[in-house]
């Protein structure tokens, strides 16, 4: 079992930043495939970002893409998201996910985070 806790959220202004981070504890592999998904009140759960195990390879929803950037450090067991020029629409419960799959269907995704509130205001 591998156990995800998201952490960074709050409350910014637009055009503002935040940067979120996800421990990962248990039986954590650097193989891992990570992800970054949210879901805003009365919407499904979206893709935002994904991170090959090395960190080498990473894709962005087009809605994010040029905004935000995936990171990972494997020897802290850590995934990040860096989210600039944030917009009111970026609003959301971000998730944090682990799998083994690339992919930006959250139905390849084996291990979820609790999920951590982003909220920006206008």
Same mark, same amino acid.
């Given at each position: 079992?591998?156990?995800?806790? =998201?952490?960074? !959220?709050?409350?910014?202004?637009?055009? !503002?930043?935040?940067?979120?981070?996800?421990?990962?504890?248990?039986?954590?592999?650097?193989?891992?495939?990570? !992800?970054?998904?949210?879901?805003?009140?009365?919407? =499904?759960? =979206?893709?935002?970002?994904?991170?090959?195990?090395?960190? !080498?390879?990473?894709?962005?929803?087009?809605?994010?893409?040029?905004?935000?950037?995936?990171?990972?450090?494997?020897?802290?067991?850590?995934?990040?998201?860096?989210?600039?020029?944030?917009?009111? =629409?970026?609003?959301?419960?971000?998730?944090?996910?682990?799998?083994?799959?690339?992919?930006?269907?959250?139905?390849?995704?084996?291990?979820?985070?609790?999920?951590?509130?982003?909220?920006?205001?206008?």
């Amino acid at each position: 079992q591998v156990q995800l806790v =998201e952490s960074g !959220g709050g409350l910014v202004q637009a055009g !503002g930043s935040l940067r979120l981070s996800c421990a990962a504890s248990g039986r954590t592999r650097s193989t891992y495939v990570m !992800g970054w998904f949210r879901q805003a009140p009365g919407k =499904e759960r =979206e893709f935002v970002a994904t991170s090959s195990g090395s960190g !080498g390879n990473t894709n962005y929803a087009d809605s994010v893409k040029g905004r935000f950037t995936i990171s990972r450090d494997n020897a802290k067991n850590t995934v990040y998201l860096q989210m600039n020029s944030l917009k009111p =629409e970026d609003t959301a419960v971000y998730y944090c996910a682990a799998g083994y799959f690339w992919s930006k269907n959250n139905r390849d995704y084996a291990y979820w985070g609790r999920g951590t509130q982003v909220t920006v205001s206008s």
